[in-house]
């Protein structure tokens, strides 16, 4: 079992936190598109009890699937089960799926830049709309709060995308958001 730590950063702008992370030694790893979509039965179980299997294309050549668990809160970190593998195909990934029973619930579109500092993660997020935030998963909360301290005072938050969405942005809706 392993576990995603992350929290999101609020109220950013790319250009200034990409100079911090590169002032810190980050380096660029990945920049490009990102289709996400989330499956579940048709009575929405998984979604009900927290959990959510993803297809995510990254780019043109990675397709991740993935299995997220319920989210806990832990000193000031999202932290989910999360079991995740790399497939060749994701159309072909989504057919298996619907063929056991389950059915595609979710799709958006984002533009995502990542960066690596030692074992941190940070991915920065642009959605349609001008819509920007970032992500910073590590293996631990003290890795992610000593990265915070760094990047100088900053919104936090736990919350999951779709949450954010509802509370800083109720007009737009996550759930087909494209480019």
């Known amino acids: 079992m392993t576990n995603e730590i992350e929290i999101k950063i609020l109220g950013i702008k790319k250009t200034s936190l990409e100079k911090k992370l590169k002032a810190l030694g980050a380096k660029k790893f990945f920049s490009g598109m990102i289709i996400c979509r989330h499956f579940d039965y048709p009575n929405h179980s998984l979604r009900a009890s ?3 299997i993803r297809v995510r294309s990254c780019g043109k050549k990675t397709v991740e699937f993935a299995y997220k668990g319920p989210k806990k809160i832990i000193n000031g970190c999202k932290i989910r089960e999360e079991i995740q593998t790399t497939v060749k195909d994701s159309a072909a990934t989504a057919e298996i799926l619907k063929n056991i029973g389950l059915k595609e619930t979710f799709y958006c579109e984002k533009k995502r ?3 690596c500092l030692k074992n941190i993660h940070v991915d920065i997020d642009e959605y349609p709309g ?10 631990n909360q003290t890795a992610i709060k000593n990265l915070i301290k760094k990047l100088g005072e900053c919104e936090v938050s736990c919350e999951t995308a779709e949450e954010l969405f509802v509370r800083m942005w109720p007009n737009i809706k996550l759930n087909g958001l494209c480019f």
């Open 50 to 52: 927290g959990k959510l």
């Open 130 to 139: 001008n819509i920007v935030y970032a992500e910073i998963e590590a293996p």
């Open 113 to 115: 830049t990542s960066y």
